[in-house]
């Protein structure tokens, strides 16, 4: 009889066993589409899946990405009305314009598994293609004030500078117990402390009591997504000792100053001589504004002094002492700056 019972349970273990392994997980061989339909008229979201025992369509709000259920999705958008959201076909009527761009996917569930449709978007005809809302990121700390060092009675404020953050909460920490309490609680503990800001970027405190040396206040900031917190900053009473336990916080570095923009050092120019300067041109007249010289082949200027020189020709190139330059505003037309003496200028004609 033993034996009997024996064999028995082994075959319910093997058979038990056996189904376990057998489960197969629910699988879709119909993915849900893109469906664009007339505002006020019905749809409907279709897939085709497989080994579930349970099928639910969740529906996504563009602009909040927050997730709805089939089941509760005609009581979140008025006018709106479904049939089947448990079924692989399901009916959306008197579809509403609200709807454009909302997503959808469908999910099933069987035997410990859970397993996610591709997601499909729900279009309004002749309405633009909303534009997704962009992730949102993880507020980012800037910039935050330093730990204050304040007298008994005496006042500070705190600030914070962060990029992508939507919502400050201070929250203040007891330095013994380390219980966290708001801005209103920590009020009526001190009864004279007056505290402002305690949802936005800068706090304010007026009236801080003796009693509160070596409290640390934080603050937390969310963009309806995602979380950060500051450093803790230790509020310190003049003339006392932190509490045991409370390190006293590191001094905030001091920033290196930038180096201020200095103008390169300008070249003195070489002093300036008295002296006379030879202009000629090759088979050309030359006139020098500034001088009294009439047009001719060459001039005699006298230095220092600026002159602007003309030949009646065409200039190829001007050569001074030398050395070949290019003409200034025009071919024929040269201006020299702090003329000096002894300086031989030669127009050549093309």
Not at 160 to 178: E, L, M
Request: aromatic share 6%; net charge positive.
């Amino acid at each position: 009889m033993r034996k009997m019972i024996t064999l028995l349970l082994i075959l319910v273990l093997v058979v038990g066993c056996g189904g376990t392994a057998l489960a197969a997980k629910p699988s879709f061989s119909q993915q849900p589409e893109d469906i664009t339909v007339v505002a006020g008229k019905s749809c409907v979201l279709t897939v085709q899946a497989r080994n579930y025992k349970s099928l639910t369509w969740v529906f996504v709000n563009p602009k909040t990405g927050k997730e709805i259920t089939g089941k509760k999705i005609a009581r979140s958008i008025k006018g709106l009305k479904t049939t089947g959201p448990n079924k692989q076909s399901f009916t959306l009527k008197n579809v509403p314009e609200s709807m454009n761009g909302w997503s959808y996917y469908c999910k099933l569930g069987g035997d410990g598994f859970t397993v996610k449709s591709d997601m499909a978007r729900i279009f309004i005809k002749g309405m633009e293609i909303p534009t997704p809302t962009p992730e949102p990121v993880t507020p980012t700390i800037t910039k935050l004030s330093a730990s204050p060092v304040v007298p008994d009675g005496g006042s500070c404020s705190l600030t914070v500078k962060a990029q992508n953050a939507k919502v400050y909460k201070w929250i203040f920490v007891h330095p013994k117990s380390k219980r966290e309490y708001n801005a209103k609680t920590v009020m009526k503990t001190f009864k004279k402390l007056t505290i402002s800001g305690a949802a936005k970027a800068k706090l304010t405190l007026t009236d801080i009591p003796k009693e509160m040396n070596g409290w640390s206040v934080y603050c937390k900031l969310t963009n309806g997504s995602f979380t950060a917190k500051t450093d803790p900053l230790i509020i310190m009473i003049e003339g006392m000792e932190l509490p045991a336990g409370v390190q006293t916080p590191a001094p905030t570095p001091t920033p290196t100053p930038k180096p201020k923009k200095t103008k390169a050092p300008q070249a003195t120019p070489a002093p300036v001589s008295d002296g006379t300067v030879t202009i000629s041109a090759e088979g050309a007249l030359l006139s020098a504004a500034g001088s009294a010289d009439e047009p001719s082949a060459v001039l005699t200027l006298t230095a220092p002094a600026s002159f602007t020189v003309t030949a009646a020709g065409e200039v190829d190139y001007w050569v001074i002492n030398g050395i070949t330059v290019s003409a200034d505003t025009a071919a024929n037309v040269f201006t020299l700056e702090g003329v000096t003496a002894d300086m031989t200028i030669t127009a050549h004609i093309k």
